[in-house]
């Protein structure tokens, strides 16, 4: 059985930082597509950042770009986002997604992820 665990999520004033974990069991976690997602209230879910795990190979959505950083840890099967300047428009639930390789840097819509964690909530007050 697939599991995605996230953990990290707080409250933190403006231009603060916050570091989100996603812990993967029973998924085999080289090569494959990881993801960080989040969703504000009453909006779609959105693209925060995907990474390859075989490489590293990353992107991010441009509302992110020099802020967020994510990462990896292969032999813990654990994926990171690291928060910097955060602002009170990240403020929502983040999510982790895994899903195969292929394409992945491409996969940039909820839909191309098959597994999902359970979410973790960041607060962003101004």
């Known amino acids: 059985q697939v599991q995605l665990v996230e953990s990290g999520g707080g409250s933190v004033q403006a231009g603060g930082s916050l570091k989100l974990s996603c812990v993967v069991s029973g998924y085999t976690y080289a090569n494959i597509c990881m993801g960080w997602f989040r969703q504000a209230r009453g909006k779609e879910r959105e693209r925060v950042a995907t990474i390859y795990t075989g490489g590293g190979s990353a992107s991010y959505a441009d509302s992110v770009k020099g802020r967020f950083t994510i990462s990896q840890d292969n032999g813990k099967k654990t994926l990171y986002l690291q928060m910097n300047s955060l602002k009170h428009e990240d403020t929502a639930i983040y999510y982790c997604?895994?899903?195969?390789?292929?394409?992945?840097?491409?996969?940039?819509?909820?839909?191309?992820?098959?597994?999902w964690g359970q979410g973790t909530q960041v607060t962003v007050s101004s």
């Open positions: 997604a895994a899903d195969s390789d292929r394409f992945c840097l491409r996969k940039t819509d909820r839909v191309d992820y098959k597994y």
